[in-house]
């Protein structure tokens, strides 16, 4: 199971932590990414933090440079810091797990396990 917290309203250029707690499965052996989708729009990969003993991320453009993926196994959990934020990154934001080769870690079908989301909303 996933489930995804953290969400709240803040302003622009503030900061948020989504907190991804995992159970049932073994944190290390899957990859975990954030997707998030805005009302109208597709669900859209955010950031991924690979399976292994690694700590290999990955990061969308359009957040490159401002969020931050982590992960504690002890927890566990993962983490997205989300920094500078601006009003486009309003959405609701899932963490997911899968397995996915590097060329296809977008996509939403190759992950079968999923939170139920946390509503962010940036804005004055």
């Known amino acids: 199971q996933l489930q995804a917290s953290g969400g709240g309203l803040v302003q622009p250029g503030g900061a948020l932590r989504l907190s991804c707690a995992t159970s049932g499965f073994t944190l290390r052996d899957y990859t975990i990414s954030w997707f998030r989708q805005a009302p109208g729009q597709e669900r859209e990969w955010v950031s991924a933090?690979?399976?292994?003993?690694?700590?290999?991320?990955h990061y969308a453009d359009s957040v490159k440079g401002r969020f931050t993926i982590s992960k504690d196994n002890a927890k566990p959990t993962v983490y997205l810091q989300m920094n500078s934020l601006k009003p486009e990154d309003t959405a609701t934001y899932y963490c997911a797990r899968g397995r996915p080769a590097l060329g296809v870690i977008r996509n939403v079908e190759m992950y079968y396990d999923w939170g139920q989301g946390t509503l962010v909303t940036v804005s004055s």
């Open positions: 933090i690979r399976h292994g003993g690694g700590r290999v991320v």
